[in-house]
Nanobody, 123 residues
Framework: QVQLVESGGGLVQAGESLKLSCTAS????????MGWLRQAPGKEREFVAG????????QYTDSVKGRFYISRDNAKNTVYLQMNSLKPEDTAVYYC????????????????WGQGTQVTVSS
């Protein structure tokens, strides 16, 4: 496992942008696939975006394609989620997650979780 700490959440208006960061501790970050999950009030947790350990392949849920971009800097043990054209339906707690398998991130069972950061988009 890696220890994950998110930052960058907050309150924005619809159409604005926000960038989340997640810094990992430990020397295994570069061997981990990383991702972002989110959970809105009263809704089930869902996959948002994922990136393989080398950064050459990314995946997104359909609702954020073309608006959100995931990236990583292995030298800084950090993964990012750039969120553009935010919508009220993007309001949720966003969790940074990691696992050696991107598939496990897609099915919401990664072995490492951050504490979550709140993103609120007002209309």
């Amino acid at each position: 496992q890696v220890q994950l700490v998110e930052s960058g959440g907050g309150l924005v208006q619809a159409g604005e942008s926000l960038k989340l960061s997640c810094t990992a501790s430990g020397r295994t970050f570069s061997s981990y696939a990383m991702g972002w999950l989110r959970q809105a009030p009263g809704k089930e947790r869902e996959f948002v975006a994922g990136i393989i350990k080398g950064g050459g392949h990314t995946q997104y849920t359909d609702s954020v394609k073309g608006r959100f971009y995931i990236s990583r800097d292995n030298a800084k043990n950090t993964v990012y989620l750039q969120m553009n054209s935010l919508k009220p339906e993007d309001t949720a707690v966003y969790y940074c997650v990691g696992d050696q398998s991107l598939h496990k991130i897609r099915i919401l069972t990664p072995d490492s979780w951050g504490q979550g950061t709140q993103v609120t988009v007002s209309s």
